[in-house]
């Protein structure tokens, strides 16, 4: 098996220095990360400026760009080959509820996906990189179940995975779940800079709004690791018969405009 790993907290981070050497005993690892942290960066692309690959000392290769450009790279032209499944993270906190749609951890995966290739993002529930060790054997368990299943194949698939920060004897079987929501966001920060300019900080996360049975939110507050099926469909589909007959009810009814 051969996978392509990356993550958005930059190549050097503990979380995929963790990961790689867990997954590297079980398969073919290449790394593929950014150079610096890239949280919050979602599916963005680098389309003007260039891109750079090196070499780190830790061996694993880094670009000056998204985590998704990461994956993109190396899909399309570094490789040279097709890995069998993409992973990203292991993230520095929670991606849960409406977290997917920012992180970058889950961006990376994302582009695999896109790429038509089975890919996981992981994530620890808590910053600050308690009980790492047993987060990285909990997702080396978890792909070694999906390839034992036969799940890692031709047919892409994209997980969201959050391991709560708990030694691996205490964490709880997983739970497939859906997301929660979140609060908006808190609000923004602002600060005077040196030169007497108001600079502004996005504010914090909200707490969890919809975190009943069932969610991610639920699950890990239980102890359970929270595995979460994804698609990048974003059409309202409930609402798609509404919206056309309200345009056909448009195109019936001329002389609305002014002249």
Avoid at 28 to 36: G, I, L, N
Avoid at 133 to 145: D, G, H
Avoid at 235 to 256: C, I, R, S, V
């Amino acid at each position: 098996m051969k996978i392509l790993l990356s993550n958005d907290d930059g190549f050097q981070a503990p979380g995929i220095v963790a990961l790689h050497a867990a997954l590297s005993a079980i398969a073919e690892v290449d790394v593929v990360a950014p150079e610096h942290n890239n949280s919050a960066k979602s599916n963005a692309l680098t389309l003007h400026s260039p891109l750079y690959v090196h070499q780190g000392a830790n061996g694993f290769r880094y670009v000056n760009g998204t985590p998704a450009d990461c994956v993109h790279i190396a899909l399309t032209g570094l490789l040279g080959y097709r890995p069998d499944l993409v992973v990203s993270g292991i993230n520095n906190g929670a991606n849960m509820g409406d977290d997917t749609i920012y992180s970058g951890t889950v961006g990376a995966a994302m582009e695999g996906y896109l790429f038509g290739i089975p890919a996981i993002a992981f994530s620890q529930v808590d910053k600050g990189w308690g009980e790492l060790e047993a987060a990285a054997a909990k997702a080396r368990e978890i792909v070694s179940q999906l390839r034992a299943g036969g799940r890692i194949g031709e047919t892409p698939w994209l997980l969201n995975v959050n391991i709560p920060n708990m030694p691996l004897e205490a964490l709880k079987p997983a739970q497939v779940c859906r997301l929660g929501r979140r609060h908006a966001a808190e609000r923004v920060i602002t600060q005077q800079s040196p030169r007497g300019e108001v600079m502004y900080w996005i504010g914090g996360a909200g707490p969890a709004k919809d975190d009943g049975e069932g969610t991610d939110f639920h699950a890990t507050a239980r102890g359970h690791v929270a595995i979460t099926p994804l698609k990048v469909d974003l059409t309202d589909h409930e609402q798609l018969l509404a919206w056309q007959e309200m345009a056909g009810q448009m195109e019936t009814k001329p002389g609305t405009q002014g002249g």
